[in-house]
């Protein structure tokens, strides 16, 4: 596999995902360097399972409504702050887990 570390970065985001949020920042972890989970108001361990995990954190305002929408937009914002030099970014939903060959296989493409 290339080393596209350098090159793609992950936003990630959630709420009361639990186990999952785990088992999706493994995933992206094996294949991708520079990750943000972005939680919306969470009330489980999914803030503290993000931190065990070593991504970077954004906690939603929860006084302005929640959406994926601007989750993904605040991620977005937040992992291009911390990392300007990436070319792509992979949008996931914390519940889900990514394949290991996807990154390649979607890099190619592009």
Not at 10 to 28: H, M, Q, T, W
Not at 35 to 53: F, M
Not at 77 to 97: A, K, R, S, T, W
Request: negative net charge; glycine residues 10%.
């Amino acid at each position: 596999m290339k080393n596209l570390r350098g090159l793609i970065g992950a936003v990630v985001i959630g709420r009361n995902e639990g186990v999952r949020l785990r088992g999706c920042l493994i995933s992206l972890s094996a294949v991708v360097d520079c990750i943000v989970y972005v939680d919306s108001g969470s009330t489980d361990d999914s803030l503290s399972i993000a931190a065990e995990c070593g991504v970077a954190i954004v906690s939603l305002d929860t006084s302005i409504t929640f959406s994926a929408g601007r989750a993904r937009n605040v991620g977005f914002d937040h992992l291009i702050n911390l990392h300007p030099d990436l070319q792509f970014v992979q949008f996931v939903d914390g519940d889900c887990e990514l394949q290991s060959e996807w990154i390649e296989a979607g890099f190619e493409q592009l």
